[in-house]
């Protein structure tokens, strides 16, 4: 059988785990003044997984269908991701550092980067949501979901981080950042793909 992603198969445990995750997390939107209106967009994925995309913050896409990296940008890195590991991505587990979309409130809203506040209020979930998947590679997908696992540390592209005392970091570029430098989308997406593959040996390596 192909060795996949996932070091084995998904634990009903740990999606239990989640689930309840999820639901605790519903709640304490609901009761904050801030999210009560907001449509929490929660991680999806197999759990224990080797592979964990963690990006910035669900988008109107992801909000009307409530799953993460499913806008033109997630697309389009969620395909990357397919070709590189050779898996479907039902095989990743895929989430994002703020769970609602931060908008600025204008006629049809628009997309905004999530607030200091925003993404302090998160955390703890993402937290108890990396400790619930038990990922070798955690993808830090774009600066805001660096910053946030790997505080303090230079943003660098490709370069290995350590997350706290267990697990490692590969940062990427966010995908709507190559999406707009369309004159080097195909350098970029040749930078992208070496960070994939220094995932996906690290991950072989470690099964």
């Given at each position: 059988?192909?060795r996949g992603?996932?070091?084995k198969?998904?634990?009903?445990?740990r999606?239990?785990?989640?689930?309840?995750l999820?639901?605790?997390l519903?709640?304490a939107?609901?009761?904050?003044?801030?999210f009560?209106d907001?449509?929490?967009?929660?991680?999806c994925?197999?759990?224990?997984?080797a592979?964990?995309?963690?990006?910035?913050?669900?988008?109107?896409?992801e909000?009307r269908?409530?799953?993460?990296f499913?806008?033109?940008?997630?697309?389009?890195?969620?395909?990357i991701?397919?070709?590189?590991?050779?898996?479907?991505r039902?095989?990743?587990?895929?989430?994002?550092?703020?769970k609602?979309?931060p908008?600025?409130?204008?006629?049809?809203l628009?997309?905004?980067?999530?607030?200091?506040e925003?993404?302090?209020?998160?955390l703890?979930?993402?937290?108890k949501e990396?400790?619930?998947v038990?990922?070798?590679v955690?993808?830090?997908?774009?600066?805001?979901?660096?910053s946030?696992?790997?505080?303090?540390?230079e943003?660098?592209?490709?370069?290995?981080?350590k997350?706290?005392?267990?697990?490692?970091?590969?940062?990427?570029?966010h995908?709507s950042?190559?999406?707009r430098?369309?004159?080097?989308?195909k350098?970029?997406?040749?930078?992208?793909?070496?960070?994939?593959?220094?995932?996906?040996?690290?991950?072989e390596?470690?099964v």
């Amino acid at each position: 059988m192909p060795r996949g992603v996932s070091i084995k198969m998904p634990s009903k445990d740990r999606m239990k785990e989640l689930s309840r995750l999820r639901s605790s997390l519903e709640r304490a939107c609901s009761g904050d003044t801030r999210f009560k209106d907001a449509v929490v967009v929660f991680g999806c994925g197999p759990a224990p997984c080797a592979l964990m995309v963690v990006g910035e913050a669900p988008g109107r896409d992801e909000t009307r269908l409530k799953t993460p990296f499913v806008g033109r940008a997630g697309r389009f890195f969620v395909a990357i991701l397919e070709e590189v590991f050779g898996e479907k991505r039902d095989n990743f587990y895929i989430t994002n550092t703020v769970k609602i979309w931060p908008t600025i409130k204008t006629r049809r809203l628009k997309t905004r980067k999530p607030s200091d506040e925003e993404v302090e209020f998160f955390l703890p979930y993402l937290r108890k949501e990396i400790e619930k998947v038990g990922p070798v590679v955690i993808l830090a997908v774009g600066k805001t979901a660096f910053s946030t696992l790997a505080p303090g540390r230079e943003f660098a592209p490709g370069e290995w981080a350590k997350y706290s005392h267990r697990g490692l970091i590969m940062p990427v570029y966010h995908p709507s950042y190559l999406l707009r430098r369309q004159k080097d989308l195909k350098k970029s997406t040749g930078i992208l793909k070496e960070a994939l593959m220094k995932a996906k040996k690290k991950i072989e390596d470690a099964v």
